[in-house]
């Protein structure tokens, strides 16, 4: 794992460096669908790395860079201008070299390599495939990498220089005698029978631009820096943006995260899709023409069930995951049905053309989804999969009081509180199609499960609500923030709401920064776990969102102030996925969790899902115009 790591991107391609943008180690590579086209880059000159001066980010694809000869002291010898460009089709470098003081020619090396690994190989699955039989040539203009993947899918990368070079089985080489030399440098990541296409970066970095007045023509905020985190904030989701059918569809996170996700998608569509209708509308039509048809033991698909998780990888390729795509999950299905009823509520057309999906999805909430027939959505930990199958995903998140792994079917908080949300949409679609009765049946059906909610969830010895309830219906009294989070799906009556703001806002889960994870007094509780203790942003920012829709205003004002000044704290005005959930001191900036996405899809969407509630006792967000990210 890099310590520090750095990431250009543009629509599926994505490089992702050390500190200073070389791929030479560990899970550094340039990619592409999955798939490392590259695992070695890295520039020598005379025999060492030149020495960064300045590296500045111009956009999320588009690096500049100046340095020098390696150890260069008081007088350089050789200087770099660099522009490090990722557009949708191609990695361009263009390098200005320019020799200062007498001397020698000087030597200029750019070593390469491509291993083909799938990102999963990568990332350390146990399913690796092993070294591949990767076919070097040399060119007149640079070097060509080869591989035929197990399913007979062919890749190539391309590599073009604009300066004759030699390839000494490394690197491509050049000696530079000139007081000035210009060189570029192309990489093309093909596959099947795609041919070299230049990309535009200048057109590229337009519609940044664009974007950003875009933005300040409707939104500027009193502080400039918090202007900056949301631009920061719609930038990033332009960045994380990659090409569908359906439209651009929001990546969940760099670096390994560039695929459709169900859930992460539409929380960040849900949290954004008043100010970007067609990215939401890009979300919940793809995953419709993702739907579960049948069941399947080995990707857990069900009629009806929206997705979790879909690759292109060769593992997934070859059957040897189950992303193809996999259905892990038990919330991702009532969150499509109340995002689809969000977005009919300015599109009305939407309920009728998605009806087929939308009560195929309710159907999978009242058969697989409740597997015991309690009435609540549950799941069951997969020994061979996710263990717990929601969004604290990982295998030690959910447990009880004792410590003990729950086990049998599980229902926790938040999915009750969406399955909440999707009947609701789902009795004021049927009432915009003039189907009133089934309007009503709906809207029944959620009252009951509100009230059985509040009966077997409530913890009034803590103000708050239990995790879940384990398989055998004990309830699982753990102080967590999934509470918080469940107020923005209208579950919790404004009566209990108060009750969990103080809970929550509390020495055991408020850090400053926002909500931990998990409570201080807690079995497992560790500020720099995963889903035991750290904060992450999203599910504090929906804290804020559910505390404002019940009428807290206040204590929205308190939780947005302190995400906007976390991303202010940051160098880039970015939230990142999570952070560790140390209290907050004084003006030190929260304590980074070390393997965090960044930039995240769920924080992207934060500042612009909550910038209205920056100015304390603002009821609900200004009506605005939607800005384009086309």
């Known amino acids: 794992m890099l310590n520090t790591r750095t990431v250009l991107k543009d629509n599926d391609l994505y490089l992702v460096g050390d500190a200073h943008y070389a791929v030479a180690q560990g899970e550094s590579g340039l990619y592409r669908r999955d798939t490392r086209v590259l695992s070695r880059y890295e520039w020598r000159l005379d025999g060492a790395p030149p020495q960064p001066l300045m590296q500045q980010e111009r956009a999320p694809f588009w690096l500049h860079e100046q340095s020098a000869n390696a150890n260069v002291g008081y007088t350089m010898k050789v200087g770099l201008g660099r522009d490090l460009q990722v557009t949708a089709t191609e990695l361009r470098d263009t390098l200005r070299v320019t020799r200062y003081r007498e001397g020698g020619p000087h030597e200029l090396k750019l070593f390469l390599a491509a291993d083909y690994l799938d990102m999963f190989e990568v990332r350390g699955w146990p399913g690796e495939l092993g070294t591949r039989d990767v076919r070097v040539n040399a060119t007149p203009d640079g070097v060509t990498f080869h591989y035929l993947a197990g399913d007979g899918l062919r890749c190539r990368t391309v590599v073009q220089t604009s300066l004759p070079t030699t390839w000494d089985g490394e690197a491509l080489v050049w000696t530079l005698t000139e007081e000035v030399t210009e060189l570029r440098v192309s990489v093309f990541p093909l596959q099947?029978?795609?041919?070299?296409?230049?990309?535009?970066?200048?057109?590229?970095?337009?519609?940044?631009?664009?974007?950003?007045?875009?933005?300040?023509?409707?939104?500027?905020?009193?502080?400039?820096?918090?202007?900056?985190?949301?631009?920061?904030?719609?930038?990033?989701?332009?960045?994380?943006?990659?090409?569908?059918?359906?439209?651009?569809?929001?990546?969940?996170?760099?670096?390994?995260?560039?695929?459709?996700?169900?859930?992460?998608?539409?929380?960040?569509?849900?949290?954004?899709?008043?100010?970007?209708?067609?990215?939401?509308?890009?979300?919940?039509?793809?995953?419709?023409?993702?739907?579960?048809?049948?069941?399947?033991?080995?990707?857990?698909?069900?009629?009806?069930?929206?997705?979790?998780?879909?690759?292109?990888?060769?593992?997934?390729?070859?059957?040897?995951?189950?992303h193809r795509p996999y259905y892990a999950t038990a919330d991702a299905t009532p969150l499509f049905v109340w995002l689809v009823g969000e977005l009919a509520q300015t599109d009305p057309a939407l309920a009728a053309e998605l009806r087929p999906h939308w009560e195929a999805a309710l159907i999978w909430c009242l058969t697989d989804g409740d597997p015991d027939g309690d009435?609540?959505?549950?799941?069951?930990?997969?020994?061979?999969?996710?263990?717990?199958?929601?969004?604290?995903?990982?295998?030690?998140?959910?447990?009880?009081?004792?410590?003990?792994?729950?086990?049998?079917?599980?229902?926790?908080?938040?999915?009750?509180?969406?399955?909440?949300?999707?009947?609701?949409?789902?009795?004021?679609?049927?009432?915009?199609?003039?189907?009133?009765?089934l309007a009503g049946e709906w809207d029944t059906r959620a009252g009951e499960l509100q009230a059985a909610f509040q009966q077997a969830f409530w913890w009034p010895e803590r103000g708050t609500y239990v995790h879940g309830l384990n398989g055998d219906k004990q309830p699982l009294r753990v102080l967590v923030s999934n509470a918080a989070h469940t107020l923005c799906t209208g579950i919790i009556a404004p009566e209990y709401a108060a009750q969990v703001a103080r809970t929550v806002l509390g020495p055991e889960l408020w850090s400053g920064w926002g909500l931990r994870t998990l409570g201080t007094q807690e079995p497992r509780y560790n500020p720099v776990s995963y889903h035991n203790g750290s904060v992450w942003p999203h599910d504090t920012a929906l804290a804020a969102l559910g505390l404002a829709r019940t009428g807290l205003h206040a204590e929205a004002h308190q939780v947005t102030r302190a995400l906007f000044d976390a991303a202010r704290a940051a160098p880039d005005a970015r939230l990142s996925e999570l952070f560790a959930g140390f209290p907050r001191e004084g003006d030190l900036p929260p304590v980074p969790y070390p393997a965090a996405c960044h930039p995240q899809g769920w924080d992207a969407a934060i500042p612009l899902a909550l910038w209205p509630l920056l100015e304390e006792g603002q009821a609900e967000a200004p009506q605005v115009e939607a800005v384009s990210l086309t």
Do not use: C
């Open 192 to 322: 099947g029978e795609e041919v070299p296409t230049p990309g535009d970066p200048e057109a590229r970095l337009a519609d940044y631009a664009a974007l950003r007045a875009d933005l300040r023509a409707r939104v500027i905020l009193a502080d400039p820096e918090d202007q900056r985190v949301l631009e920061r904030s719609v930038a990033d989701l332009h960045s994380l943006s990659f090409a569908t059918e359906f439209g651009a569809f929001p990546a969940a996170g760099l670096p390994w995260f560039v695929a459709p996700f169900g859930r992460d998608s539409m929380l960040m569509a849900l949290m954004v899709h008043r100010h970007l209708p067609a990215l939401a509308k890009t979300v919940v039509r793809y995953l419709a023409a993702h739907q579960g048809q049948r069941h399947d033991p080995v990707t857990l698909e069900q009629p009806g069930k929206i997705l979790h998780e879909l690759r292109v990888g060769e593992l997934t390729r070859l059957g040897r995951t189950p």
């Open 375 to 437: 009435g609540f959505l549950e799941y069951t930990p997969d020994p061979n999969g996710i263990t717990n199958a929601v969004w604290k995903d990982s295998g030690d998140s959910t447990f009880t009081a004792a410590g003990v792994d729950v086990s049998g079917h599980v229902a926790v908080v938040e999915v009750q509180g969406y399955a909440y949300a999707a009947y609701r949409a789902a009795a004021a679609m049927y009432r915009t199609l003039g189907e009133a009765t």
